[in-house]
């Protein structure tokens, strides 16, 4: 477990920025319930965001016998020029979406929109139940369920906006790719063995 050098501190902050706002940051590093967190890069590649505390007990683990501490976030390629989230950071960047698309719920055959991205497949316009104001193109968005209830979202997963959102709203093809998948929490049950 070390800390992050310079090089591998920015790829990771530019990843986050397509989907959270630099203020969204700022709160993961500076929170306002005052604990410190780190990000730590642990076996070879991958970097987890963990609490001070829990920092200072695991420094008493060997690297070879530590195996996950605290949240995933991604993980870097072999080269280290560049970086892919984890669906294990979900639960944490969620809540500070800066853009979101919100799915029509599976209570049919007909719509499987829901189903579909849990098994990988990209977004269609036709699944699309809501969508953020002003997406623009290439941005990092969030996924969540429709839902009965407004104020409960269950977060589905992320991806990244293939169109702006008034080019969504001007598509006449219910078969137009809106969001291409980057993850879903299906990746628990499909990828089980490489989350940890």
Same mark, same amino acid.
């Given at each position: ?6 090089? !591998?501190?920015?790829? +990771? ?13 700022? %709160? ?5 319930? *005052? ?8 076996? !070879? ?19 070879? *016998?530590?195996?996950? %501490?605290?949240?995933?976030?991604? *993980? ?8 892919? %989230?984890?669906?294990?950071? +979900? ?22 929109? +829901? ?17 953020? !104001? ?21 977060? +589905? ?34 990828? !089980?063995?490489?989350?940890?």
């Amino acid at each position: 477990m070390r800390q992050l050098t310079e090089h !591998e501190t920015k790829l +990771l902050f530019s990843k986050l920025l397509k989907y959270i706002s630099p203020e969204s940051i700022k %709160l993961l590093v500076d929170r306002p319930d *005052k604990k410190q967190h780190h990000f730590r890069l642990i076996r !070879e590649n991958r970097v987890y965001y963990i609490s001070a505390d829990i920092t200072k007990l695991a420094s008493t683990i060997t690297k070879t *016998k530590l195996v996950s %501490l605290g949240i995933r976030m991604g *993980k870097f390629d072999k080269s280290f020029k560049s970086f892919r %989230l984890s669906i294990t950071a +979900l639960s944490l960047l969620a809540p500070l979406a800066k853009y979101k698309i919100w799915l029509k719920p599976s209570s049919s055959i007909q719509n499987q929109s +829901l189903q579909g991205f849990l098994y990988g497949n990209n977004v269609t316009k036709s699944s699309i139940s809501k969508m953020s !104001e002003n997406i623009p193109k290439y941005s990092g968005v969030f996924i969540f369920s429709s839902s009965t209830n407004v104020n409960y979202e269950i977060p +589905l997963g992320f991806g990244v906006a293939s169109k702006s959102t008034q080019e969504s709203r001007s598509s006449n093809n219910p078969q137009d790719i809106i969001c291409f998948h980057q993850a879903d929490i299906g990746e628990y049950l499909r990828h !089980e063995n490489e989350l940890c």
